[in-house]
């Protein structure tokens, strides 16, 4: 069974920064794929970034040259490097895990962009 928790979420000004952190227990393949979305308030929930096996990324065109993601395989956890945040970012931050047609979520981590 797999599971993700994912930490680093908090209330931060605009401009700053923070970074999430999310470790999947289970079996998992290095070749899964793993990610992060978020849901504003009223909103759909949308892709915020991608990575899988090799470094290959995918980035929202709403984050591209703010956020990075990385991912630790000998940890089994994905982060999210968030920088130049706005209020608009405001969310709850889900990490995804995707391998062998099934797809895993966690439980979120609240992000708060507020002066």
């Known amino acids: 069974q797999v599971q993700l928790v994912e930490s680093g979420g908090g209330l931060v000004q605009p401009g700053g920064s923070l970074r999430l952190s999310c470790v999947a227990s289970?079996?998992?393949?290095?070749?899964?794929?793993m990610g992060w979305y978020r849901q504003a308030p009223g909103k759909q929930r949308e892709l915020v970034a991608t990575?899988?096996?090799?470094?290959?990324?995918n980035y929202a065109d709403s984050v591209k040259g703010r956020f990075t993601i990385t991912r630790d395989n000998a940890k089994n956890t994905v982060y999210l490097q968030m920088s130049g945040l706005e209020p608009e970012d405001t969310a709850v931050y889900y990490c995804?895990?995707?391998?062998?047609?099934?797809?895993?979520w966690g439980q979120g981590t609240q992000v708060t962009v507020s002066s």
């Open positions: 990575i899988v096996s090799g470094d290959s990324t």
């Open positions: 995804k895990l995707r391998m062998m047609f099934q797809s895993y």
């Open positions: 289970g079996d998992i393949f290095s070749s899964a794929v």
